[in-house]
């Protein structure tokens, strides 16, 4: 779970274009009133929710670069300062990677890379976006270059910027955004960035409200994670392991606490670590079968199962039907 700061921002920007908060937060279970409560938090398919909303009611094929546009560094609240007070741009890429998606609400995960000529960035999905990877990609490479330009006063040069998704019919909006060469289809989304260069320093840098923001982002962070309940940091971690699903004793050694404890915590929430798998595995598998085309041998391989009987009996204990009658289901 996370604070819904983006949200807020989303609510904003949608409102400009004459929609109503109710309507961009359709079926979320998301309490506009309680926005503006620090300690109010959403999870991931709440903010799905509200980009599909969103997506609806605009029919923006290129969304997440409109709303990106309209972005202000104190939007990203506590964040925003922390950023513009950084020491140098690794610094600010540090701040991004460690805390954008919990303090943001940002559903898209960086990891930078030094290169000879310059940085590369990797964007990863938190969770499985299928139909709204795109917009979450271009929404994050937009706030990327907004976010690296407002604070070192530099333009951003690019070398390249690779993307894992078809190429869109118009692809005006990257070429003026990123004048480089762009490639779609690509096995991971990648950005290769000549300068500024990581130790460029921010024109702002203020060592002492940084220190001030960055101990109340870990603070906020820490008490997130704490206060979170231990199911939901299960799912978490599955789902940066979604490639390969831990063990009880994985999951426990990964929370630094036995298998035993782990047990008995879950039973206090009244849930088993079984029942988290199989229920983590009915999503990815039906998200699967939405987004990805793949065969059911396919997805059961990626979900661990080597037979594909044992996948198609499983889906049908997690989910109450068959795999057939699913994917008629999502293709009607």
């Known amino acids: 779970m996370f604070r819904p700061t983006i949200i807020k921002h989303y609510l904003s920007w949608m409102e400009q274009q004459g929609f109503q908060p109710q309507q961009v937060l359709s079926d979320t279970g998301i309490e506009e009133h309680k926005l503006s409560d620090h300690s109010y938090l959403i999870d991931i398919w709440q903010s799905q929710k509200v980009i599909a909303n969103m997506s609806a009611l605009t029919g923006d094929d290129h969304l997440g670069f409109r709303i990106a546009e309209d972005i202000k560094m104190s939007d990203f609240g506590i964040m925003g300062y922390a950023l513009m007070s950084a020491r140098d741009m690794r610094e600010v890429a540090n701040l991004w990677t460690t805390y954008s998606h919990t303090l943001i609400g940002e559903l898209i995960r960086i990891a930078v890379e030094e290169q000879e000529d310059g940085w590369r960035v990797v964007f990863t999905e938190v969770a499985p976006l299928g139909s709204l990877l795109r917009f979450c990609l271009e929404e994050c490479l937009a706030y990327g270059k907004y976010i690296g330009e407002a604070t070192t006063k530099n333009p951003f040069n690019f070398v390249s910027l690779t993307l894992a998704y078809p190429k869109p019919a118009d692809t005006s909006s990257y070429a003026a955004l990123f004048d480089c060469p762009i490639s779609f289809n690509g096995d991971r989304t990648l950005m290769h960035i000549r300068s500024p260069g990581l130790n460029t320093p921010i024109e702002h840098n203020d060592s002492e409200l940084h220190e001030v923001c960055l101990q109340h982002c870990q603070q906020v962070m820490r008490k997130i994670t704490e206060e979170r309940p231990l199911a939901f940091r299960i799912r978490h971690i599955l789902l940066q392991r979604r490639s390969e699903l831990p063990s009880l004793q994985q999951m426990a050694d990964a929370l630094h606490m036995s298998s035993r404890s782990l047990r008995r915590h879950l039973q206090a929430e009244g849930v088993s670590y079984q ?50 009658d699913f994917r008629n289901q999502a293709a009607a």
């Open 275 to 324: 029942e988290l798998l199989n229920q983590f595995r009915a999503d990815l598998a039906q998200e699967y079968i939405r987004e990805s085309g793949l065969s059911n041998q396919e997805i059961g391989f990626l979900l661990g199962y080597q037979d594909t009987k044992a996948f198609l009996r499983a889906f049908k204990s997690w989910t109450g039907q068959t795999v057939t």
